[in-house]
């Protein structure tokens, strides 16, 4: 069975910064695609990034390019998202995904998901 657990959300002020990790466990990373969507109250939850089996497969939203980061470490099944200059607007439960295609386009299916976190920026 295979599990994903965010960490690392929390409350911060606009131009904060927060590391979000996911956890990945019950298979390995392996060919896949690794990403991390957000969800506010109210709203439907939107694309942030995700970043493929393949080195140079990364994709980051217009709202978040240039402040946020995606990586992984295959070796630690973990996978991670940098925010950096947050903004209110940020606000949202941060949730993690992983599909075994080794590339999904930004409103393709993933196969599991995460619980979420919570960030949550001041405004």
């Known amino acids: 069975q295979v599990h994903l657990a965010e960490s690392g959300g929390g409350l911060v002020q606009p131009g904060g910064s927060l590391r979000l990790s996911c956890v990945v466990s019950g298979r390995p990373f392996g060919v896949a695609t690794l990403g991390w969507f957000r969800q506010a109250p109210g709203k439907d939850r939107e694309f942030v990034a995700a970043?493929?089996?393949?080195?140079?497969?990364?994709d980051y939203s217009d709202s978040v390019k240039g402040r946020f980061t995606i990586s992984r470490d295959d070796a630690k099944n973990t996978i991670y998202l940098q925010s950096n200059n947050l903004k209110p607007e940020d606000t949202a439960v941060y949730y993690c995904a992983s599909d075994p295609r080794s590339w999904v386009e930004r409103h393709g299916q993933y196969a599991y998901w995460g619980q979420g976190t919570q960030v949550t920026v001041s405004s």
């Open positions: 970043i493929g089996w393949t080195a140079g497969l990364i």
